[in-house]
C-alpha cells in the first residue's frame, strides 16, 4: 500500500513537471525577433521585408515602443512615436504572436543613420539632393546675373557645362531614389489639404485650423486611410533656413493633428521636410512666393490593401 502511495506521487509529479515543460516552451515559441526593411504601412499594420518573407506583417499599438539608436556604439537612445516607423527605415522587431498567429510588436529598434536615410527616400530626396540643391541654385542665380550684365559667351558656356553636369548628377540620384521607392508599397491619393505660411514662419493661422478640422473628419471616415504631412518653402533666400522652415511647418501641423484626438497616432506618415523641392509658382512674385510656402496634407490608401488600384483620387480638398 506504501510503495503504491509513493509510485502515485512520483507519477504525479512526473507529470506536473512534463505539463510545466509543455507551457514553458509553447510560452517560449510565442516570442519572436524579426529583421528587415519596412515596405508599407497601412494604419496599425506595418509590413516588413526579412530574409525569409517579403512581406512580413507586424501589428503596431500605441503601447509599442519606437526606439531609435544612435552616438557611439549605438549606446544613445531616443523613443519616438509609432509614425516614425516609415517605409524605408531598416528595423528590428521584438514582441510575440497573438493566438491569430499576427506578430504583435512591444518594441521597434532603428539605427539613426536608417532613420536619416528613411526620411530622405520619404521626403523623395537622396543623400546628397541638398548640395545639389544648393549648388544649382547657386548656378541659377550666377546665370541671370550673366543674362541682365551681358557678360561673355564663353563664362555662360562654362556655368552652362556646370549646370549641366550638376543635374546629371541629380538625375542619377533621384533615379537612384527612385529605385527604392519603386519598391514600396504605392498609396492612391483620396484628398488633399493645403496650409499657407507667412514669410519666415511656421504659425498656422486660426482660419486654417478650422479648415484643417474639418478636413480630418473626412479622412476620419475613408476607409483604411493614411495621413501624410509634407512641408515645403519658397526657393527664396538660404537654402539651409528655407529646409528647417518646411520642418518646423509640417511639425506644427501634426501637432495640430495629434491634439485633435480624430487620427489615431497608427494612421499618421512621419512628416516629411520638402525643403524648396516641388514649387508651385514662380518665385519672382510675391504672390508666388506665398503659394510655395506650404504645407500639404494628403489623404492615401493603400493600394494593394484596399483594392484602389484602379480608383481615381477624389478631388483636392484645399487648392
Not at 496599425?44 to 509599442?64: E, F
Not at 540620384?173 to 499657407?196: F, H
Request: with cysteine; charged share 20%.
Amino acid at each position: 500500500m506504501k510503495s503504491q502511495r509513493q509510485f502515485t506521487r512520483v507519477c504525479g509529479l512526473g507529470m506536473s513537471v512534463a505539463m510545466f515543460t509543455l507551457l514553458g516552451a509553447s510560452a517560449y515559441a510565442q516570442e519572436a525577433n524579426v529583421e528587415g526593411l519596412i515596405v508599407g504601412r497601412d494604419g496599425p499594420t506595418m509590413y516588413v521585408k526579412t530574409d525569409s518573407s517579403p512581406r512580413q506583417a507586424v501589428v503596431l499599438s500605441d503601447s509599442t515602443k519606437a526606439t531609435e539608436k544612435g552616438g557611439f556604439l549605438g549606446w544613445s537612445h531616443k523613443d519616438l512615436g509609432v509614425a516614425a516607423l516609415v517605409p524605408g527605415l531598416a528595423v528590428k522587431v521584438e514582441g510575440s504572436y497573438d493566438p491569430d498567429h499576427q506578430l504583435v510588436a512591444k518594441k521597434v529598434e532603428f539605427s539613426r543613420n536608417s532613420m536619416r536615410t528613411a526620411q530622405q527616400i520619404d521626403a523623395g530626396l537622396n543623400p546628397v539632393n541638398a548640395q545639389m540643391a544648393a549648388q544649382q541654385d547657386q548656378i541659377r542665380s550666377q546665370r541671370r546675373d550673366l543674362d541682365s550684365q551681358g557678360q561673355q559667351l564663353d563664362e555662360h558656356g562654362r556655368l552652362i557645362a556646370t549646370a549641366q553636369q550638376a543635374e546629371g548628377q541629380d538625375r542619377q540620384a533621384i533615379g537612384q531614389t527612385n529605385s527604392r521607392i519603386g519598391q514600396l508599397d504605392q498609396y492612391a491619393e483620396k484628398g488633399s489639404l493645403t496650409v499657407s505660411f507667412r514669410n519666415g514662419s511656421s504659425a498656422v493661422s486660426d482660419k486654417d485650423k478650422e479648415a484643417l478640422q474639418d478636413f480630418l473628419k473626412q479622412a476620419s471616415s475613408t476607409p483604411g486611410f493614411m495621413i501624410q504631412v509634407q512641408g515645403y518653402a519658397s526657393a527664396v533666400g538660404n537654402p539651409t533656413r528655407n529646409q528647417k522652415l518646411s520642418s518646423e511647418r509640417a511639425d506644427n501641423v501634426l501637432s495640430i493633428i495629434q491634439q485633435s484626438g480624430a487620427i489615431p497616432m497608427t494612421r499618421i506618415l512621419a512628416p516629411a521636410a520638402m525643403g524648396t523641392t516641388n514649387q508651385v509658382a514662380d518665385n519672382h512674385t510675391r504672390a508666388g512666393q506665398a503659394q510655395n510656402r506650404r504645407v500639404v496634407i494628403t489623404i492615401l490608401v493603400n493600394k494593394g490593401i484596399t483594392g484602389a488600384q484602379d480608383q481615381p483620387a477624389d478631388g483636392s480638398a484645399g487648392e
